[in-house]
């Protein structure tokens, strides 16, 4: 399982449209996609887990690829910002 890190929404997009978009590369294990708590539009950023082959085929089919007048930039999640390895506190 690799989770895909997609950026670059259109503030348009729902997770039924997403989901559709990346379901003709496999089967979306899991999807959640961040959204603004006032206006409920999409914030351009989700999380995307699929098996291993098939993430691998979304990634080369749809980083670069416009959707609603916006850029998808689509690749591995690195995780949280600043957890590398040997980066935190010793306890």
């Known amino acids: 399982m690799i989770a895909l890190s997609v950026r670059g929404l259109p503030r348009s997009m729902t997770e039924e449209a997403l989901k559709a978009l990346f379901t003709e590369f496999g ?34 089919a749809l980083d670069g690829k416009e959707v609603g007048g916006s850029l998808l930039r689509v690749g591995p999640d690195r995780g949280p910002r600043g957890r590398g390895k040997g980066r935190g506190r010793r306890r």
């Open 27 to 60: 089967i979306v294990r899991s999807l959640k996609m961040t959204r603004d708590m006032f206006t409920g539009d999409c914030r351009g950023f989700a999380i995307i887990e699929m098996e291993g082959h098939e993430a691998r085929a979304a990634i080369a």
